[in-house]
Every structure is written in structure tokens, then in C-alpha cells.
């Protein structure tokens, strides 16, 4: 009866997501190259391998001519990838406005934008209709690359109108969507003008996933509240049709983290770095320069643990690697100001000749780099105001099973319901329990650092992306069968 069911390797998913797993960057009329884009969908989506996969997604440039375009296809079709091309107009008022400037703050607890409760409705009217637009377009590349059989899988809060378009294009696709991000108390979605379409598109899927029980429980709440719909522990129902409403937690390739501390070039970044912060304890943030990152909290928390502790000053040293993100959005840039000011002051405070309490480098880093540092990291520090998980947390825990460092993380992470019983959870907004936790982390003894990673480790292990993504694959499977069954009686 569960024919259509395929073994995982032969399945052929459909990918969607704003964000393809490389980016383009022109080197010529007719000459891409392609880099691995940063951010937490990537790095899970890119752990996923054993299904037939292609990705839909934008390429993060603008291609206005035909020979550019015809170029980066093909160059992205060795890599299994289908561009969608936005124009620049489209981008500005999609990418950066409705995704950026209105839906990921609301999302993440920060509220709609002043200037937009303000202004006359029309810019975010406009705003709204690009982005109605941008998941049209996706739709119809969807569309045109469809084949029976396949499972559409649609990724995070760029696409929430792209379940609805799919399924007026056909209605026996199956069409899963999970969102990245917190999904926020009802109260805070009921504040976005355009709450209902939204929520009506989304269920137009057969499955809705969410990092965390709380967000899928807060988006059947917002169902029931602001549609009127019935909520059931199965999802939502509507008329007869149940959507499928459940909890994926993400995780990471866990193995390509561990594999990776084996390789001698990272053995050798191992070995300069340890030289090169010798007698010191090293601490370490590692994200996207975003306001929900809560890095000026962060930064504000050790100031106040130098302060208070003059015997660690020349003892600890924090390294904030943030990597900018969303660039053209202004909130960026006073964020990006903000942080700099600071960690000058600290810096300008605290330094001596030979040395400065913080290293910031505003810049990704490649991946071996990055590894090195996760394994010669003591304490790591995730200081997140609202996260959807915070894969990080995952990776520093997979680099420290010979040092057993110190998680500090945010109890706003999604992170802090699978890897809480390991870390120090903390209040980010709360700066003075924070520089507590530093000292708490800087005195903790082995024993206990052994017992607390021991914990996160076993659940990085065997809590990974591709774990993650056969369940919810499966899920989403069973689910359209069931529906034909029901049809079918
Ligand atoms: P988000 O999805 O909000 O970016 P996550 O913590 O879930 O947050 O994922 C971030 C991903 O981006 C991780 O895989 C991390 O390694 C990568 N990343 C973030 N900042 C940097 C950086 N400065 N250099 C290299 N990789 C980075
Ligand atoms: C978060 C979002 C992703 C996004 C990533 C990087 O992880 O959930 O959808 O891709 O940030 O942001 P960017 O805007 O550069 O794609």
C-alpha cells in the first residue's frame, strides 16, 4: 500500500530555499565562479546527501543579461543547482525589505519596523506584493523542473507564499515547508498586517516543520486564533484537510567537523594557534553580524568580566569572528558601527602594548580555519537574543571532545532544549549573569567539563543533518499517503 514510499537514496527531492548552497560572484561576461554561502539552512542542507537532490534557489547576484544567465545556469547545473533571477528592484523590496527588514526581526522577537508602523501603509504594501512576486517566480522555476514523483521541499521565511502557488499549479504535489527561524507567540504574529495570507499559504503544504516544539505549537496557536481554525495534536484543520504541524530539530554533518581535526592543515592551524594565544584562555563567537546574534551584549558581558576580575586580564582573550550578512538593510550598518565602537572602547580599556583583550574580524572564515579554532577554543560563547537553533553551539561541540571547552549559550536558542543539560545557560539580555557565567566557566573543573560535554556530544552525534532530513522527508511521504488513502476509501 506504501508503494510510492522510496528507499531515501533513490527519492528525488526538490530544494527550495532563497538561498542556494553556493553563491555566484562574476569573473567575466560568460565566467562564474561559485563560493560556499555562510548561514545555518547551508550548513544543515549541505549534510544532507543521501537523496537525489536538486535545489532551486537564488544565486545572491543580479544578472540582468541572457549570456550571463545562460552561463551561470550551467555552471550551477554541476553543482545540481537551478538559479531563479531576481532583478534588483525585486531583490531590494523582497530580500531586503519584506525578509529582512519586516519578517526575520518579527520572527526573532524584535518587532515590525518603526518607520513602517508609521509611514503610510504603501511601502510595506509594496514590500509585500515583491515578495507575493519573488515566490511566484520560485514557483514557476518549481514548476517547470517538476516531475511525478518528486517531493517538494520548501525552505524557511523567504517562501512562506510558496506552498499556495505550488498547489494551484498542482494540487497532487507533495509539499513539505520548515521554517529556520523561531516561529513567535501568536500575539507577535498577529502584529504583521499581512498574518492571515500568510498562515493560509503555509498550510496550503502537507507538512510544516519547525526546529522546536514551542514554535510548531505557536504557529497552531496563531491557526486557531487569528484564522479560527482547529487546532489537533496531528496540525490544523481546515474543512476536512489536515496540515501536518510537527517538530524537526536540525542538526549538522557532524562527521565532516570530526573528520576534518584529522587533516593535517588543520592539525597545523591547531598548532599555531595554541602558540600563538600560549598562557591565555581563548574564547570564541563565531556568527553572522545580526542583531539577533546579541554580539554588543556579548562584548558589554565581558567588559564587566574584566572589570570585576583584574587577575584575568591579561589571562583570557576573546576572538569574534562575525561575518557580515544582509549588507543593503540599514540596521545592519548601525549594527555593524555599534560593534565596532565597542570593541575599540574595550580594547582601548583593557589593551596593553603587546596585547588586545579582543580580536574582531569582520569576515568568514574558511572551513579548516574555522575548525581549528572551534578544537583550541576553552570556552565558547553563543549570546543569541532569539535563534531558530544555532548550529555553532553543534559545531564548537563537535570539535572538543580532546579539550571538553565550555558552552555558554543563550537559553533564547533553540539550541538550549537539546544541548541546555551540557552548557551554561544564560540570559543574554542579562550582561551581569553572563560575566558570572564566564568566571563559573573559567573555574569549572575537568571532571565536570568532562561530564557536560559528554552529554552535547552524544546528542551532536546523533542528532544530524541527515538524520534530520530523512525524518522529515518521511514524514512528509506518509503524510500524502495517508491523504490519498482517506480520498481513496
Ligand atoms: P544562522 O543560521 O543564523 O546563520 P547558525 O549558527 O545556525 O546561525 O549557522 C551559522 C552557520 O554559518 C554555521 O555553519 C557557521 O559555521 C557559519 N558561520 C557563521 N559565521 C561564520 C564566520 N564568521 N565564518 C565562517 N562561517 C561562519
Ligand atoms: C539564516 C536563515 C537562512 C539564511 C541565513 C543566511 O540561517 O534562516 O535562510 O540563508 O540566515 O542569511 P542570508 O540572508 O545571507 O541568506
Redesign the pocket.
Known amino acids: 500500500e506504501r508503494q510510492d514510499v522510496r528507499p531515501y537514496n533513490r527519492q528525488r527531492l526538490l530544494v527550495v530555499a532563497n538561498r542556494l548552497p553556493v553563491s555566484a560572484v562574476r569573473r567575466g561576461e560568460d565566467s562564474w565562479s561559485l563560493e560556499i554561502s ?6 544543515a542542507l549541505l549534510g544532507v546527501k543521501e537523496f537525489e537532490a536538486k535545489w532551486i534557489g537564488w544565486a545572491g547576484v543580479n544578472v540582468p543579461d541572457e549570456v550571463g544567465q545562460k552561463a551561470l545556469t550551467k555552471a550551477l547545473a554541476e553543482k545540481r543547482c537551478i538559479p531563479v533571477f531576481l532583478d534588483e528592484d525585486i531583490v531590494h523590496q523582497y530580500y531586503n525589505g519584506y525578509c529582512n527588514n519586516i519578517l526575520w526581526p518579527l520572527f526573532h522577537y524584535l518587532g515590525l519596523p518603526q518607520e513602517d508602523r508609521l509611514a503610510t501603509t504603501r511601502s510595506f504594501q509594496s514590500q509585500f506584493a515583491a515578495y507575493k512576486k519573488a515566490n511566484q517566480m520560485f514557483a514557476d522555476v518549481v514548476n517547470e523542473h517538476y516531475e511525478e514523483g518528486d517531493v517538494v521541499w520548501c525552505h524557511d521565511y523567504h517562501l512562506m507564499f510558496l506552498p499556495k502557488c505550488l498547489k494551484e499549479y498542482n494540487s497532487e504535489m507533495k509539499v513539505g515547508w520548515f521554517l ?1 527561524t523561531p516561529f513567535p507567540s501568536s500575539e507577535i504574529h498577529r502584529t504583521l498586517p499581512s498574518r492571515t495570507e500568510l498562515l493560509r499559504s503555509v498550510l496550503a503544504a502537507d507538512l510544516v516543520g519547525f526546529h522546536t516544539y514551542d514554535y510548531a505549537r505557536h504557529f497552531v496557536s496563531a491557526c486557531t486564533r487569528i484564522l479560527g481554525l482547529e487546532g489537533t495534536p496531528e496540525g490544523v484543520e481546515d474543512q476536512g484537510r489536515l496540515t501536518r504541524v510537527a517538530a524537526f530539530p536540525i542538526g ?1 554533518d557532524s562527521l565532516r567537523f570530526i573528520r576534518a581535526l584529522e587533516v593535517r592543515e588543520v592539525q597545523e592551524h591547531i598548532k599555531d594557534l595554541k602558540e600563538r594565544f600560549a598562557g591565555r584562555k581563548v574564547m570564541l563567537g ?3 553580524l ?1 542583531m ?2 546579541g554580539i554588543p551584549q556579548k562584548l558589554l558581558a565581558f567588559e564587566k568580566f574584566l572589570e570585576e576580575n583584574p587577575q584575568w586580564r591579561d589571562k583570557v582573550v576573546l576572538l569574534q ?3 557580515p550578512t544582509r549588507t543593503d538593510v540599514p540596521e545592519y550598518q548601525k549594527l555593524t558601527s555599534q560593534v565596532h565602537e565597542i570593541v575599540g572602547r574595550i580594547n582601548g580599556r583593557f589593551g596593553t602594548l603587546t596585547a588586545v583583550p579582543i580580536h574582531h ?1 569582520d ?3 574558511d572551513f579548516y580555519k ?1 575548525c581549528a579554532l572551534y578544537a583550541v577554543t576553552d570556552i565558547a560563547l553563543v549570546t543569541s537574543l532569539r ?7 553543534y ?1 564548537f561541540v563537535a570539535c572538543q571532545d580532546a579539550k571538553k571547552g565550555v558552552l555558554i549559550l543563550s537559553e533564547f536558542a533553540g539550541a538550549a532544549q537539546s544541548l541546555g543539560a551540557g552548557a551554561i545557560l544564560v540570559n543574554p539580555w542579562n550582561i551581569t549573569e553572563v560575566a558570572a557565567s564566564i568566571g563559573q566557566a573559567l573555574n569549572m573543573s575537568a571532571d565536570e567539563r568532562e561530564k557536560r560535554h559528554r552529554h552535547n556530544f552524544l546528542h551532536v552525534t546523533t542528532h544530524t543533518a541527515q538524520e534530520w532530513a530523512e525524518t522529515f522527508v518521511s514524514e512528509l511521504n506518509d503524510t500524502v499517503v495517508e491523504a490519498q488513502l482517506r480520498t481513496s476509501k
Do not use: C, P, Q, Y
Not at 555562510?38 to 550548513?43: D, F, H, K, P, S
Not at 535563534?387 to 553551539?393: A, I, K, Y
Open positions: 555562510a548561514g545555518g539552512l547551508v550548513t529556520h549538522i563565531v556568527d553572522r545580526d539577533i546574534k569572528i562575525a561575518v574580524l569576515r568568514s572564515l574555522l535563534d531558530g537553533m544555532n548550529l555553532v553551539s559545531e
